[in-house]
């Protein structure tokens, strides 16, 4: 009964997370259309580039993932797999570093304390740490799967500087080609895939250590 009372205030917990993370891309997506059709941008290429941002896209795959697990459906199986949920948790945290030590100093003050903003940078990374942490399978988990999640992000970069070529528009000041030159962009590059395998590696280690602690 305890165990039962264990696993539905967790899938509760994950429920109201991901409503919460729902809402904030919801209302992040009206914010960022509004301010950019103030700037002449249809609404098409304002959408191309609000989920062209890398916090937008992991934001996104947590929802997913927290969804997934409060509904504990078929269909969303792939979604509750350790090695996903791991590779999210890679994904996240790295979101909440790189704001915190790259964007965050050079944020508007009115970005920087908004709602959407908070709970993508900040708390998102936190909770879904916890998450991972505390309802997550840890069996399975590999030594080299830190190298397979940075895939995404590879491939994310890539696609990037391709429509930033053709569209002038870069999401983030670190990989901006037109600034810092292909030189600079593929240092910066390397720079962040390694950081994303750091991260990934101190999960999947972590993930070693609490194998035995199986969630509910």
Known sequence: MALTRTAKLKRTAAA????LGWIALGLGYARFVGATGDQG?????????????????????VALVLTAFAIRTGPEEWLVH???????ATYIVMVGIIYLTVLRPIEPLQNAFSFTN???HYLMPVAYLLF????????????????????Y????????????????????PFIDAKTLGYAGVAANTAGLLIVCAAIGMCLVMTGWWLARRQPV
């Open 153 to 172: 992000p590879l491939f994310y970069l890539g696609f990037v500087l391709v429509r930033g070529k053709m569209s002038g528009f870069y999401p983030y």
């Open 118 to 120: 908070i709970v993508m």
């Open 82 to 88: 350790p090695f996903v949920r791991s590779a999210v």
């Open 16 to 19: 109201l997370l991901a409503l």
């Open 41 to 61: 941008l249809s609404s098409t290429e304002a959408t191309v580039r609000f989920f062209s941002f890398f916090t937008i896209q992991t934001n996104i795959l």
């Open 132 to 151: 991972w942490l505390t309802c997550v399978r840890k069996e399975g988990l590999r030594w080299y799967d830190p190298l397979l999640w940075v895939i």
